[in-house]
């Protein structure tokens, strides 16, 4: 009778709540052994958020950018078991970005089914390779982000996609898994992975969460808020100059911090710094790379980072204030048509400062963004546009609404920026001298760390997106080309621009 009693508790407690299922859930401990799944400090957050809503109902959607050996995806494994096994046909699925990932999930998974105690383990009628098949009829499978077509057919209640940042199709199989989805009112979805590379679906997905135009809510792990990423301190330990900026900027980061900071970059980065910070970033804007190596100069970038701002990345346009009597820049990148590539990007610059002020990213309709370029040009005290000339309908669509301070190439005079071979070359060259001399601040967080990644390639290269830093090369290009005074040498009283810039190319609307 006491068993019984204890079994009935037990198997409440596994339904009522997730943290009383785990505390029935068996895992493999790091230290060896099996042993309960105890909630660490860093499953925390998103425990919480998975426990906002009952088991197998509608509940937030979870995107997660995370260190290394977080064990958020143990978590969250536990979390697609019970509300799948516990939930009257739902069908479930893990999908990882490859096959040694989903191997090791799966064996996890089977190892919590296999040891959970009999009263409260739903037992699957029949249990295929990397499928369980339950008794209401639903199922909970395995698979990788490889194949073009995953679970194609299979209407999923409960997802977790795994390393997401890392899936080599994204943008194709999250198109066909998300149909599957969303037409389930009471579907949830947890994402998550370490940064990805620069501009993969991941970053634009997590980027738009963190500015609240998504359903998704974002979850960032810092590994330097964590005790089990520190390591002992020897005495007479001193932190380098690196390493005070990052005890300065990060509150939380201790010696023992660095000390670990330390130990992985000599023992497993071979010191490059880029490749830690993928595995264990330190803010949402960190750790996203690039195939190649960054052709930029890393002192003069991350000497702007101090004083950078957060900006609408692949949120809602930028909303300008400007300045009274003070000229401005509006340096564009169109996107083409459809819902997926490159996104558009601009800047802007006011030109008695030399100082980026405001910055957006997304995906836009080529017309629309031309429209909302002119709008935001009349805004910025009629400022000088320059639309990047890749696409036709941006420049027509931006023309066509009677802006007329547009950017004309000063040949034939046509409208929007044209990148030849000779001035991409040129405008580097620039943006590299503007950097080094101090002459162009940027300010966005998120430019900056595209400008650390980029590898020199184009926009498409490598599957990347490098719009932001197409921006700047144009911007630096045009500062030179419109010979806007070095502030440095040449200070600029408040609300007065030189006519100077504007003598070189009398053929080009004044700014």
Not at 313 to 329: I, N
Not at 381 to 392: G, H, I, P, T
């Amino acid at each position: 009778m006491k068993g019984a009693l204890l079994d009935e508790i037990a198997v409440n407690a596994a339904r009522r709540s997730l943290r009383g299922f785990m505390s029935q859930t068996m895992v493999q401990k790091e230290q060896g052994g099996v042993g309960p799944l105890i909630p660490t400090p860093t499953q925390l957050p998103v425990l919480n958020a998975l426990t906002q809503s009952a088991c197998g109902e509608a509940g937030t959607w979870l995107i997660i950018n995370k260190p290394r050996q977080a064990m958020t995806s143990t978590l969250v494994t536990a979390w697609l078991l019970r509300d799948t096994m516990y939930t009257p046909g739902a069908n479930g699925l893990l999908i990882s970005n490859k096959d040694e990932t989903n191997q090791e999930l799966w064996s996890r998974l089977r190892l919590m089914h296999e040891r959970l105690p009999d009263a409260i383990r739903v037992p699957a009628v029949t249990a295929a390779a990397k499928e369980f098949k339950f008794s209401h009829s639903g199922r909970l499978k395995s698979t990788t982000a490889k194949g073009k077509d995953p679970a194609l057919g299979f209407s999923i209640d409960r997802l977790l996609a795994s390393e997401f940042g890392f899936w080599a199709d994204a943008d194709n199989v999250w198109g066909k898994l998300a149909p599957a989805i969303v037409k389930r009112a009471h579907a949830r979805v947890v994402i998550e992975s370490t940064p990805g590379a620069q501009g993969c679906l991941f970053q634009r997905m997590f980027f738009s969460a963190m500015s609240g135009n998504s359903q998704f809510q974002p979850i960032f792990i810092a590994w330097h808020e964590y005790l089990a990423y520190t390591r002992a301190v020897p005495p007479g330990m001193r932190p380098d100059n690196s390493e005070l900026v990052l005890l300065e900027k990060h509150r939380t980061m201790t010696l023992g911090h660095l000390m670990f900071r330390r130990m992985m970059l000599e023992s497993v980065y071979g010191g490059d710094e880029r490749r830690f910070d993928q595995c264990y970033p330190s803010a949402y804007t960190d750790g996203w790379l690039s195939a190649g190596v960054p052709s930029l100069p890393e002192g003069p970038l991350k000497a702007l980072l101090g004083g950078a701002q957060s900006d609408p990345m692949y949120g809602t346009p930028w909303d300008g204030h400007p300045k009274h009597g003070h000229k401005y820049m509006i340096i564009a990148d169109p996107n083409g048509y459809g819902t997926v590539g490159d996104p558009s990007a601009y800047t802007v610059f006011d030109l008695c400062t030399r100082e980026e002020v405001g910055a957006w990213e997304g995906r836009r309709d080529p017309v629309q963004f031309g429209r909302e370029l002119a709008e935001l040009g009349r805004k910025m005290n009629d400022a000088l546009v320059v639309c990047e000339s890749n696409s036709a309908a941006a420049i027509t669509s931006l023309v066509n609404t009677g802006y007329r301070n547009v950017y004309n190439d000063g040949v034939a005079a046509h409208p929007g920026y044209y990148r030849t071979a000779v001035n991409k070359e040129r405008a580097i060259v620039r943006l590299v001298e503007a950097l080094r001399d101090g002459q162009m601040k940027i300010r966005s967080s998120a430019g900056i760390h595209q400008l650390l990644a980029w590898d020199g390639s184009g926009t498409r290269a490598a599957g990347h997106h490098w719009d932001r830093c197409i921006t700047y090369q144009i911007a630096a290009d045009m500062l030179c080309i419109h010979n806007v005074p070095h502030v440095a040498q040449t200070p600029v009283p408040p609300g007065h621009v030189s006519e100077r810039m504007f003598q070189s190319t009398p053929s080009r609307p004044k700014v």
